[in-house]
T-cell receptor, first 117, second 117 residues
Framework: AQKITQTQPGMFVQEKEAVTLDCTYD???????LFWYKQPSSGEMIFLIY??????QNATEGRYSLNFQKARKSANLVISASQLGDSAMYFC??????????????FGSGTQLTVLP | GAVVSQHPSWVICKSGTSVKIECRSL??????MFWYRQFPKQSLMLMAT?????????EQGVEKDKFLINHASLTLSTLTVTSAHPEDSSFYIC?????????????FGSGTRLTVV
C-alpha cells in the first residue's frame, strides 16, 4: 500500500489566489512527521513546512499552512496568495518514528503546480 | 546551517564507465546519508542508507554491486554508479537528517543529473 498519496498530478491556480494540494498518508506508528517540499526545475528540494503527529495546532510558515486532519490521515498544503514563483513540483513526505530519529523520508508522487498570470 | 554539498551537479558519461557522486556535509557531522533516485516527473525513491563506518543498507531491487556507497567519514558519503548504462540516467540526490532541528527534518544536496550515452 502507498504510504503517501498525492492524487493531483497537476494543478493550476490563478496568481494571488489560494490553492490546496492534497496529501493522505498511511502509517501504524503513533509518532511520525509530515513534510512538504517544493522542487523547482533546478531539482533542489526546498523545505516548506512540517507537522508532527502530536502537534495539535496546524503548522503555518508564511504563506504556507498545513491542514492536518489526523483521523482522516490527511495533511494538505495550503498556499495563500499564489505567486508565479510558486510554480514547481510539490512533494508530501513522511518520516515514521520519533522526531530526531535517523529514518528516511517516504515521498508521495508529487503535484506539479502551475501559477497562471 | 546543516548544508550538504553535492558534486557534480551534472555528468555525462559513456556506457560502461563508472561515475562517482560525492555528498559532503559542510558544517555538521552526517552520521547517516540517504541516497535517492528520481526519474523525470516522478517521485524520489530511496536507493540506500549509508552510515559512517558501516555497510550501506540497500532498498529492495537496488543492486549493491552496481551502486557502490561509501561513508568513510562523518563528512563524506559517495555513490559510485559502476558500469553505467543508459537506464541509469536519472537525478540522484542525497539527504542527511538535521539533528539540531529534527522538526525540520533533513537537508538535501543539490542533486546530480546523470546522463549515460
Amino acid at each position: 500500500a502507498q504510504k503517501i498519496t498525492q492524487t493531483q498530478p497537476g494543478m493550476f491556480v490563478q496568481e494571488k489566489e489560494a490553492v490546496t494540494l492534497d496529501c493522505t498518508y498511511d502509517t501504524s506508528d503513533q509518532s511520525y512527521g509530515l513534510f512538504w517540499y517544493k522542487q523547482p526545475s533546478s531539482g533542489e528540494m526546498i523545505f516548506l513546512i512540517y507537522q508532527g503527529s502530536y502537534d495539535e495546532q496546524n503548522a503555518t510558515e508564511g504563506r504556507y499552512s498545513l491542514n492536518f486532519q489526523k483521523a482522516r490521515k490527511s495533511a494538505n498544503l495550503v498556499i495563500s496568495a499564489s505567486q508565479l514563483g510558486d510554480s514547481a513540483m510539490y512533494f508530501c513526505a513522511m518520516r515514521e518514528g520519533l522526531s530526531g530519529s535517523a529514518r528516511q523520508l517516504t515521498f508521495g508522487s508529487g503535484t506539479q503546480l502551475t501559477v497562471l498570470p | 546551517g546543516a548544508v550538504v554539498s553535492q558534486h557534480p551537479s551534472w555528468v555525462i558519461c559513456k556506457s560502461g564507465t563508472s561515475v562517482k557522486i560525492e555528498c559532503r556535509s559542510l558544517d555538521f557531522q552526517a552520521t547517516t546519508m540517504f541516497w535517492y533516485r528520481q526519474f523525470p516527473k516522478q517521485s524520489l525513491m530511496l536507493m540506500a542508507t549509508s552510515n559512517e563506518g558501516s555497510k550501506a543498507t540497500y532498498e529492495q531491487g537496488v543492486e549493491k554491486d552496481k551502486f557502490l556507497i561509501n561513508h568513510a567519514s562523518l563528512t563524506l558519503s559517495t555513490l559510485t554508479v559502476t558500469s553505467a548504462h543508459p537506464e541509469d540516467s536519472s537525478f540522484y540526490i542525497c539527504s542527511a537528517p538535521k539533528r539540531r532541528n529534527p522538526n525540520y527534518g533533513y537537508t538535501f544536496g543539490s542533486g546530480t543529473r546523470l546522463t549515460v550515452v
